[in-house]
Structure formats: C-alpha cells, structure tokens
C-alpha cells in the first residue's frame, strides 16, 4: 500500500533493534485519513472471505481494526488486557508477552462478543514475532468461532510472524512489509 | 443524539452503583457505524472552534476521537497509559485515578505530537467526575496549546463532572446525557 510506505518512509524511525517508531501516525498520534485508507484497503483484501466480526487487542491494535469493521460492515471487538469492572465472567483469556512491560498480558474477550457463529478477521498494527495475533487467534478457537483470515498493517518479516502463524491456514496480509531495518537507518520494504 | 441514546436503551446494561455497562458498542465490541456518527456529530458540534487537534486517553476515546478527527480533517493523539519503547523522553505526564486497578494512572503525552500552536480539542468514552478528562486538559495546559473544547458520548450528571471542570472555561458537548441510574435498572436521560 503506497500511501503507508510513503508515510512510514517519510515520518518512520529506524531506533535500531528492529525497532520501528511510527508514533506519528499509528502508535501514539493517528493519522485518520491514513487510517480510513487503511480500513477500506484491508476490506478490499478480505472481501470475499464473508467475515462477521473483527477482533483486535488493546491498544494500538483498535484504530485500524475500527476503519476495517465499518468497511466491511461489521461489529469489532477488541480484547481488554485490563478487566473493566463492566466484564463478567466467564471470559475467555490467552496470554502473550508484553511489549511495554515485560512479562506477560492477559488478552480476555466476554463470550458475548464472540460466538461459534462468527466468522473472524483478525487486525493489529504489527506482525512481528506473531505471539499477539497467535493468542487471538486461540481466543476465537476457545470461543468455537472461524478464524477467517489476519490482517497487519506493518509486517517486520525478520522476526518470522508469518511462518509462525502458519499454522492457522487462514490467509495473513501485511499493509507494509518491511524486510530489513539497517544499522544506519535505512528501512528496507520486501517489495 | 436520538441514535445513540436508542442504542444505550436497548443494548446498555444498568449494573447498580451508577455503572453502566456499554460494553457491546463502545468498551469492548465497537459498533463502527456508530462511531462514525458519534464523530460526525462532535464535528458538527465543534466546526466553529478551528480545532487543529482532537486529544483522548488509551482505551475506550480512542474510536471515537478517530471519528471525530476524520470527521474535522485534523490528527488525533492518545495519552499512553504505559510508555512504550518508542516513547522518548520528555514527556508530558499527567495522573488520574484508575477506574480498572484502584490507585492512579499516569497519562503520557509526548510534546513532538502536542504543541503551543495546537487549539485542542478532548474527547473521551464517558464524563463521569470529570478526573479522566481534567488530567488530559492539565495535559494541555502544560504543553502551551490551547483547550477548544470537551467532548464525552455519555455523561452521567449525577458525578458532577461538568461542574468539575467548569473552571476550564470551554464548552462541553456530551451526546447523551444520563441523569438517573434508579435501583429498578431504568436508565434516566436528562432530555
């Protein structure tokens, strides 16, 4: 998708350790326009693929997970890694590591939002290592529900996300996909 | 706003103590049409301030604020509950009280997305005391920008946050607006 790799090139930052800082438009400031872009191209690529419900995580995951459910018509859910005094169990929790704070997150999704019925695209702002996706990706399996397909806005393909989703059998698309981030800055695309 | 007061009707849930439980169209599952409207309505509402930047708090503002954002043409900016890795400091913090964990939480902004030319306007998922959405104002205060507005799609009137904040001296807008949660379950809108 032209429009993100333009704007990653252009406001992206390379801090080293594979670490891609895009605070500019995805992680900390949305860039909104950007965002609806990215909702109707992510709809585009998963039209045919009759999904009813888009599920996400807390936090960065939630702005292009919400432009893709009005695209394709759909309600989103998005996991909670804090229980809100509004949950009631039962729910349905998977683990991944944490990004932010070491350890562990608790990623929990109320059975009342995801049912045996759904068909489920799965939305996040990154496919790195795959373990975010692959513990929602064990949550709709808990709930019964068809993982229909996984959906990323930026792809880093050196830590292998991909082939450790595989496994799933559902199509995985990546908006940006980043092959290579160099020692001097450079940030590479596969394409 | 008739749409979302009908859908807090049939879908929210009075669970006693003055909490509601809108989980099935804001705190958990995002009814994206909504959202949409709820943004295109903050807009109409703020189109006369020359807001250049709407500001909201990790989790729940984030789908709204993206609406209303898009809606206006302008970024939007979400205070970090938690510093991620590409957050460089300084930073701007902020702290409120915690509505999932007891005791505080810190709201980080980040003055490369916040500056003194910005006229700001806050949006937020609920105006209950007020103390979430005056931490994001002090938030503003501090990095020189000036407050254009609030914004809330549910206030609940009996938690006195708009006299709480009535000191910033900007209008507040709430979509719908709840006077009474009575013991029975019967949720009470002010209009």
Redesign the interface.
Known sequence: MKLLQDKILAEG?N?GRG??????LL???????L??AIGQEFARRFEHCAISRILTA??SG??P???T??AL??????A?K??????KEPVWVESAPS???GGEVHLM??P??LSARDRVLIIDDFLATGKTIDALARLVQNAGATLAGIGAVIEKTFEHGRENLSHWGVPIESLAIISEMRDDGTIVFAN
């Open positions: 930052v801090l670490i891609l800082k895009v605070d500019s992680n900390h400031q949305i860039d909104a326009v965002m609806v807390e936090v939630i702005a997970a919400m432009t459910a009005y018509g759909v309600p989103m859910v998005y909670r804090h229980k809100p005094i509004t949950m990004h932010t704070k999704v109320s009342e939002y």
